[in-house]
Each structure stands twice: as C-alpha cells, then as structure tokens.
Nanobody, 122 residues
Framework: VQLVESGGGLVQSGGSLRLSCAASGSIFSIDYMGWYRQAPGKQRELVATITTGGVTNYADSVKGRFTISRDNAKKTVFLQMNSLKPEDTAVYYC?????????????????WGQGTQVTVSS
C-alpha cells in the first residue's frame, strides 16, 4: 500500500494551495483519511480528517480556511487550503486507515505518505 501526496509548494500569504493524496496497492477498504503537518522543531499535528461517509474534523487553527474532501472511487483525499498564513508552513502528510483484506480477523492499519512541503511567505 502506498500513499502519494502532491500539490505542495511555495505561496504568498493569503494565497491558496490544493493538496492531493492517492492511495494505491492491495486495498480492500479505506475508513478515515486525513492530513497532518509538522513544522520545524514541532510535533506532528492533526490538520483534518474525513470518514468514508464524509464526516469531517478540523484543527481549530484551520477551521474556515481549509477544506478536506475525498473521492472514494479514486481512493484520493484532498486538502484545499485558502487564506494561507506563514504559520501554515510545514511538511504535510496524509494518512489513511486501510484494510487490505475482507477477512474480519485481519484488522486495518494506518499508512502514511512521504510528505509534501508547503511554504507560505509573508
């Protein structure tokens, strides 16, 4: 199973970026998908998550500015980031809770992408 992120880059304060993360490999089902970020010298923190049914959860720091969405058929999660601030600068990681088999005794595991850099200049 692989998660591959794309869409990071350099943007000015107030600008927008859209991140994508596509899951591939031996996948039976995907429960939640999410985005986390890690700034230099800080711990990785939750940005947003979304369930298969579309229920979303956001960190307070991004509410009203970021929107998470997913395309279940394409096994892809998106993060639309608007009104970006310099404090949003970080490496952004997607993750997903993935079940590789329909067998009930084989549980889901959490997988992570390699990360994509987002830099917001002031």
């Amino acid at each position: 199973v692989q998660l591959v992120e794309s869409g990071g880059g350099l943007v000015q304060s107030g600008g927008s970026l859209r991140l994508s993360c596509a899951a591939s490999g031996s996948i039976f089902s995907i429960d939640y998908m999410g985005w986390y970020r890690q700034a230099p010298g800080k711990q990785r923190e939750l940005v947003a998550t979304i369930t298969t049914g579309g229920v979303t959860n956001y960190a307070d720091s991004v509410k009203g500015r970021f929107t998470i969405s997913r395309d279940n058929a394409k096994k892809t999660v998106f993060l639309q980031m608007n009104s970006l601030k310099p404090e949003d600068t970080a490496v952004y990681y997607c993750n997903a809770d993935i079940k590789k088999s329909p067998l009930p005794y084989l549980k889901a595991s959490v997988y992570w992408g390699q990360g994509t850099q987002v830099t917001v200049s002031s």
